[in-house]
């Protein structure tokens, strides 16, 4: 079962909407330095209005909100929605914002965000950086990705229960190679 889910998970980000271009910048960091940052500033306006309604997403599910992620989880399939290939991401961004169930959105917010992190590897960004973290206890010890506007680590999967699970694997930025 873990390697079907892995294999999902690759296949997941292989996909990344569809997105014909190359990765412009990563680079993979060690530890997880605390610190907050500015929200990137990417060239694509639709691939910018995703980063930023992901985000929200992101935060509510940090807050454990699943009321305040079924509204965020309806915005982002609506941002999705206007980027061509990004159908089944947005598919996905509306099974969060259809269920009532905590846990549920939070396995689907892994399947999103293996595509958005994907998306936004394949994107021109003009300023900041964004963050790849990873908490590997999450689903049930098979792991989960999200993108973060900081380095400091705020765990979607947990919340309160282990904010801080986690680590930055990557960082995407102008510069990062």
Avoid at 29 to 35: D, F, H, I, N, R
Wanted: hydrophobic share 35%; charged share 25%; with cysteine.
């Amino acid at each position: 079962m873990r390697l079907v889910i892995t294999g999902l998970v690759v296949a997941f980000s292989f996909t990344a909407c569809n997105q014909p271009a190359e990765t412009k910048s990563t680079d993979i960091v060690e530890s997880t330095p605390v610190g907050t940052a500015s929200p990137a500033d990417l060239k694509d306006e639709n691939v910018q209005n995703v980063y930023d309604d992901y985000l929200k997403l992101k935060d509510v599910l940090i807050s454990s909100d699943f009321s305040g992620a079924r509204q965020a989880g309806e915005q982002l399939a609506v941002s999705l929605s206007k980027i061509d290939g990004c159908e089944n991401t947005a598919g996905l961004a509306t099974k969060i914002s259809s269920s009532d169930d905590l846990k549920a959105q939070r396995v689907h917010f892994t399947a999103l965000s293996a595509d958005v992190v994907a998306l936004m590897k394949h994107t021109d960004v003009s300023s900041g950086e964004l963050y790849v973290q990873y908490c590997p206890m999450a689903n049930e010890g098979e792991g989960g990705y999200w993108l973060a506007a900081e380095k400091e680590v705020r765990n979607p999967y947990y919340g309160d229960e282990m904010l801080n699970c986690g680590e930055v694997k990557e960082t995407i930025g102008v510069g990062k190679n």
